[in-house]
């Protein structure tokens, strides 16, 4: 900046600059020798101002070939901090949907993931999540979203663990209409599981349910927590073989197409009932 002040050429324009606005000042009067001058001073301002240009486009190859590797590497530095930004907001967003689930249930705790891996072959859409043991993840342990329960770990390593999700017939969670306090348990089945939806089985003959209704987790057993969100009744049938009544479950969450869990790890009563690591996840 200092080099470009010390110019002659734009120390020329700005002299000429200032006198042509008292020039035009006094010009407001209407004197004629006034006109004259300005007319004067617009040519050589006009020279003046070709003069810096050709200047500025005299710079040798050398010192263009710089210049444009400068602006490239500021550019590369501006969409690596775009791309930090966007990271920062997606990660914000999402730890603070899991501080509201926190906020609302101060006993859970709670480890964040993210889905890694999805088995194409894998018909009940279970998927491979970033944190294992070391993390402090084991073995039945309930995943979630903000939406409700996805599914629970079903094996692990010490750096990830393979979900089971509630579209599967591994997963057996004892479960309840929030509204009528019907019980069954909740259990994926084949029918649903490419409709986002599981079915919650063994309910009473003389059941209530509709349309509509909220079902929970029922928390008996120790393995889940009770009044974990698992869906919502889109539909009561029955089975075929022994005409038993059932309802289909449709998850709030597009467990198909996840991206981010929670893992929960600990919460009042966990593990009242253990049960068998060979076992399914039953509650």
């Known amino acids: 900046m200092k080099e470009f002040f010390s110019d002659k050429s734009v120390k020329i324009l700005a002299a000429t600059l200032a006198v042509i606005i008292v020039v035009a000042i006094l010009g407001a009067t209407g004197n004629p020798w006034v006109s004259s001058a300005f007319n004067f001073l617009t040519k050589g301002l006009s020279q003046v101002t070709a003069a810096a240009s050709d200047a500025a486009s005299n710079k040798t190859y050398d010192e263009l070939k710089e210049e444009n590797e400068r602006l490239k590497k500021e550019a590369a530095d501006l969409r690596a901090q775009l791309v930090d930004y966007y990271d920062l907001k997606d990660e914000n967003a999402r730890l603070w949907k899991y501080y509201q689930i926190k906020k609302a249930h101060t006993d859970y705790e709670l480890m964040p993931a993210s889905v890694?891996?999805?088995?194409?072959?894998?018909?009940?859409?279970?998927?491979?999540?970033?944190?294992?043991?070391?993390?402090?993840?084991?073995?039945?342990?309930?995943?979630?979203?903000?939406?409700?329960?996805?599914?629970?770990?079903?094996?692990?390593?010490?750096?990830?663990?393979?979900?089971?999700?509630?579209?599967?017939?591994?997963?057996?969670?004892?479960?309840?209409?929030?509204?009528?306090?019907?019980?069954?348990?909740?259990?994926?089945?084949?029918?649903?599981?490419?409709?986002?939806?599981?079915?919650?089985?063994?309910?009473?003959?003389?059941?209530?349910?509709?349309?509509?209704?909220?079902?929970?987790?029922?928390?008996?057993?120790?393995?889940?927590?009770?009044?974990?969100?698992?869906?919502?009744?889109?539909?009561?049938?029955?089975?075929?073989?022994?005409?038993?009544?059932?309802?289909?479950?449709?998850?709030?969450?597009?467990?198909?197409?996840?991206?981010?869990?929670?893992?929960?790890?600990?919460?009042?009563?966990?593990?009242?009932?253990?049960?068998s690591k060979k076992s399914t996840g039953a509650d």
Request: charge should be negative; hydrophobic fraction near 40%.
């Open 116 to 275: 890694i891996r999805r088995d194409t072959s894998e018909e009940f859409y279970s998927f491979t999540i970033d944190v294992g043991t070391a993390s402090g993840i084991e073995e039945q342990d309930p995943v979630i979203t903000a939406n409700g329960l996805i599914g629970f770990v079903s094996s692990v390593n010490a750096a990830s663990a393979k979900v089971t999700t509630i579209l599967s017939p591994d997963l057996k969670a004892g479960a309840l209409s929030k509204r009528t306090k019907d019980t069954g348990v909740v259990s994926g089945n084949v029918l649903y599981t490419d409709k986002n939806m599981t079915a919650l089985t063994k309910i009473d003959a003389n059941a209530t349910l509709k349309k509509g209704d909220i079902i929970v987790t029922s928390g008996i057993g120790g393995v889940y927590p009770a009044d974990l969100i698992i869906g919502e009744v889109e539909s009561i049938e029955y089975d075929e073989y022994d005409a038993t009544k059932y309802a289909v479950v449709r998850s709030y969450e597009d467990i198909k197409s996840v991206t981010d869990v929670v893992v929960l790890t600990d919460f009042k009563n966990k593990g009242e009932v253990r049960i």
